[in-house]
Nanobody, 125 residues
Framework: QVQLVESGGGLVQAGGSLRLSCAAS????????VGWFRQALGKEREFVAGISWSEGSTYYADSVKGRFTISRDNANARKTVYLQMNSLKPEDTAVYYC????????????????WGQGTQVTVSS
């Protein structure tokens, strides 16, 4: 089992920045990937970014490329994945989830095994 807890959401004005954190515990993340997804009210959950835990390779949805950066901290047994979000837009408003899966380029939620509870991000215009 892998437990995931997101934090860092909040209210920000358009053009601002937020950094989300995803703290993992339980089983090792070796040979796994961590992805960030988001779900806006009334819409389907969509892939945002993914990272390979071992190599640190990353993959982004076109809608966030150049604005969001995914990274991980695996020093000293820490297991935290970050999502730095810059130049935020009102359309980025959603509940953001982190999830653990098999490959960082997988973009469908069904391919991820473990999920956090989500953190709300609201971008005002």
């Amino acid at each position: 089992q892998v437990q995931l807890v997101e934090s860092g959401g909040g209210l920000v004005q358009a053009g601002g920045s937020l950094r989300l954190s995803c703290a993992a515990s339980g089983r090792t993340l070796s040979n796994r990937a961590v992805g960030w997804f988001r779900q806006a009210l009334g819409k389907e959950r969509e892939f945002v970014a993914g990272i390979s835990w071992s190599e640190g390779s990353t993959y982004y949805a076109d809608s966030v490329k150049g604005r969001f950066t995914i990274s991980r901290d695996n020093a000293n047994a820490r297991k935290t994945v970050y999502l730095q979000m810059n130049s935020l837009k009102p359309e980025d408003t959603a509940v953001y989830y982190c999830a653990a899966g098999r490959a960082y380029t997988r973009i469908t939620s069904g391919e991820y095994d473990y999920w956090g509870q989500g953190t709300q991000v609201t971008v005002s215009s």
